[in-house]
């Protein structure tokens, strides 16, 4: 097989191996483009740094939770929020971290941010034990799988249609009265096929409220899938795959942290004053997929998808016109504030107030990929042309309550009407283009591509006076234009050894006015990479220039600003180094041991100086750092396997952070804690349908700050053990 086929093998394509005898070797490999990634092949010859966690690498751990997934790879970025991944954010190269707004997300290579062009940072994620695989590509992806594009992309792989009728039962208890419960059932026939898949968990949270309250989570997830594939005799192949899904969380949590002091004394306490905080969501998918064979040289893949996501969260925003963040910050200023959040003072009537954060999105489109394979001279082409029609809104309609703190319970003193806090419509239209050649010339694979983002964002404000939508009190209307080339190559030295560079633009457009200029940056790697028999590493040095690096005014950055605005912040320069190696030294043996190791070191600074109302920058000079990334990350990972029982040791540090821009050494209350954090896991086999397994998840309790935004200091995931059951049938 040609290295041009090798690079349109999709990872979705796996389901349909079972065809082999039936179809040609080139519908095979041709299947789906959507999925941008793809197969290990692809990974390995990259023109840039790739990786790809397979089913079985997510199973060793069975994690619920995406950052302890991504904490293997070098150079994502991870700041915790709640403890269990719900609402990760995540970053690649220094792209920025708040709600995954500076990186692109898929499933099955589909956007599915809420809104991922009018409002990137909405609070949606998809399920981690639902995916199969994860893929994450960073610069090199830029031309393929926008519109955001300075950092990277990750794309979760959903639970395959299998060859034939199977499935899979997953139940495991922990720490927390958890329950974390997963199965799916499916089957392929000769031109049908479809599956089933179900998720719940439930917990009851490992942080106490001061006078009692809840803390945890409950969620339910549902996909189904059919496929139809024509027959064997038709003269072009064809496949049609539908997907809908079905999402909802109900979860005690809260933007309220701690001071130091008090997390000194117990990282996992809740203040009296969030006992009522609480998010409730709601999200439906839909998506319809069809690939065609029109020739042995030409595919067509295309999807059309929408995605509905409702949420509400209840939570507490000020008291007494004062921020949380402010009171947390500063307690014994706000000394009467605080007693009034702890509940060890009573509060005047009206001096807490919550607010209904109730936002409702939906996200539409369909795209194309069409791939065209040729060749021209010596070398082979595998050209793909791909468009994308998209649009989404944010729909903001929320009000405010007032209560008062009394007896250390919350009573409500004011009922505020709907849409009269806030009361706005953000809306996108986007028009996106791409034109990549891969071209294979002896031992040089080289990728040429440009990127096309034509959007159209708008705001409507209504008048909050009556929280009706008669009175527009202003329309704003912005227009973006983006060209984003890139550009790749690859030298295969040999079969095991590689070098690949890369260069592209880096795009992030404004939000709906917001008032800023695009973010703009020019990214480059190089790097070599190094596979044989059980011995794998790559080695990265990367950079990315920033000629104007934004920043935006989210609820969940705790700034004292308005929601969406942005800041420009300049001049700047990300560059760093990432190391991974992977080597099992008993490999073929009856026992194997597996060892893995993953290193990124970042040197990230603002390169002008300036002055911001933004508070993660506040007073910038030249040379400062910049804030939520951290300078060294290590994840190392041992294990041994026997013939029906596996064990493995996983180990991640986590340097400090600075949570506001500077230099020399972090102020006290203005960084997270370094943090060295240890996870156990076990399995045993008791047929080749059935495995028990435990895993132990912060071995040693480390008790650290993971960050200071929304407001105070939060704690990280303590010590928690979980056993289960996976049956296979």
């Keep these: 097989m040609s290295r041009t086929l090798r690079l349109a093998i999709s990872l979705a394509l796996l389901p349909t191996a079972a065809l082999a005898a039936e179809l040609p070797e080139q519908s095979l490999v041709k299947l789906d483009r959507i999925n941008v990634f793809g197969s290990l092949d692809e990974v390995k010859q990259a023109s840039g740094s790739a990786h790809y966690i397979d089913g079985e690498t997510l199973e060793k751990f069975a994690y619920r939770d995406i950052n302890r997934v991504l904490r293997q790879v070098p150079g994502v970025y991870l700041v915790e929020e709640e403890g269990y991944g719900l609402r990760p954010n995540i970053g690649i ?5 708040d709600r995954n707004s500076r990186i692109t997300v898929m499933e099955d ?13 909405a609070y949606y994620f998809p399920v981690m034990t639902r995916m199969s695989a994860v893929e994450i590509r960073k610069g090199s992806a830029s031309v393929v799988a926008g519109p955001r594009t300075t950092g990277g992309a990750l794309n979760l792989v959903s639970t395959p249609i299998p060859t034939e009728a199977s499935g899979e039962i997953d139940v495991s208890l922990g720490s927390d009265a958890t329950l974390l419960a997963h199965g799916w059932a499916g089957t392929m026939g000769e031109r049908f096929g479809g599956l089933i ?22 969620l339910n997830d549902v996909v189904a899938k059919l496929r139809w594939i024509s027959s064997p005799e038709a003269a072009r192949y064809q496949q049609l795959d539908f997907k809908i ?27 009296a004053a969030s006992r009522l905080d609480n998010i409730q969501t709601e999200q439906d998918l839909y998506e319809l997929r069809h690939l065609i064979e029109l020739s042995d040289r030409v595919d067509l893949t295309t999807v059309a998808y929408r995605t509905e996501f409702a949420r509400n969260w209840y939570k507490l925003n000020d008291v007494q016109g004062q921020s949380i963040a402010s009171i947390l910050e500063d307690p014994a200023t706000y000394a009467q504030q605080y007693a009034w959040l702890t509940g060890a003072a009573d509060s005047p009537a009206d001096a807490l107030r919550l607010r209904n954060n109730n936002r409702s999105y939906y996200a539409q489109g369909i795209q194309s990929v069409l791939g065209i394979g040729f060749e021209s001279g010596a070398s082979a082409h595998d050209l793909e042309i791909g468009l994308r029609l998209h649009r989404d809104q944010e729909d903001r309609y929320q009000n405010d309550d007032r209560y008062q703190m009394a007896g250390g319970s919350l009573v409500l003193t004011t009922d505020g009407a709907p849409g009269t806090q806030e009361n706005r419509v953000g809306d996108a239209e986007a028009l996106s283009l791409y034109v990549q050649d891969t071209i294979t010339l002896g031992r040089w694979i080289l990728t040429p591509g440009v990127r096309y983002e034509r959007i159209d964002l708008s705001r409507t404000n209504y ?7 008669d009175v527009v009190l202003s329309v704003t209307e912005t227009e973006v234009d983006a060209v984003i080339p890139g550009f790749g190559a690859t030298w295969l030295l040999d079969d095991n050894l590689s070098l690949f560079a ?16 695009s973010e703009e940056s020019v990214n480059a790697e190089f790097g070599l990479r190094y596979g044989h028999d059980a011995f794998s590493t790559e080695l990265v040095g990367f950079v990315s220039d920033y000629s104007n690096l934004v920043g935006t005014c989210t609820a969940s950055s705790g700034g004292n ?26 490999q073929g043996g009856a026992l194997s041991f597996p060892v893995s190791l993953s290193y990124t070191f970042t040197h990230a600074e603002f390169r002008n100086s300036f002055s911001s109302s933004f508070e993660e920058w506040g007073d910038v000079e030249s040379g400062d750092r910049l804030p939520y990334l951290p300078e060294h990350l290590l994840h190392a990972e041992a294990g041994v396997v026997g013939e029906r029982w596996r064990l493995a040791l996983a180990a991640n540090y986590l340097d400090e952070m600075r949570t506001v821009a500077g230099s020399g050494a972090i102020p006290a209350g203005q960084g997270t804690d370094s943090a060295l954090v240890w996870d156990l896991s076990a399995g045993f086999k008791l047929d080749d349908q059935a495995e028990l397994y435990a895993r132990i998840e912060n071995l040693t309790d480390e008790e650290y700050v993971v960050a200071r935004r929304p407001a105070g200091a939060r704690p990280g995931q303590p010590i928690s053990a979980f056993v289960g059951i996976r049956l296979a049938f």
């Design 502 to 517: 890369s260069v592209n633009r880096g795009f992030n457009p404004p939000g709906p006015a917001s008032g800023s200029e």
């Design 463 to 469: 008048s909050t006076a009556t929280g009706l939508r």
């Design 561 to 586: 600003c308005n929601i969406g605005d942005q800041y420009d912040g300049g001049e700047a320069r990300v560059s760093g180094l990432e190391a991974s190696l992977g080597y099992d030294f008993g």
């Design 197 to 218: 898949e179900g998720v719940r968990q439930q917990t009851d949270g490992f942080k106490r409220v001061d006078g009692g309250g809840d803390t945890g989570y409950g």
């Design 93 to 97: 190269r220094g792209s920025g971290t």
């Design 245 to 271: 899904g079905h999402n909802t969380q109900d979860s005690d949590e809260t933007y309220l942290g701690l001071t130091d002091a008090d997390f000194a004394a117990d990282p996992n306490r809740r203040y």
């Design 109 to 121: 290579g589909v956007l599915i941010a809420p809104a991922p062009y009018a409002a990137p940072a």
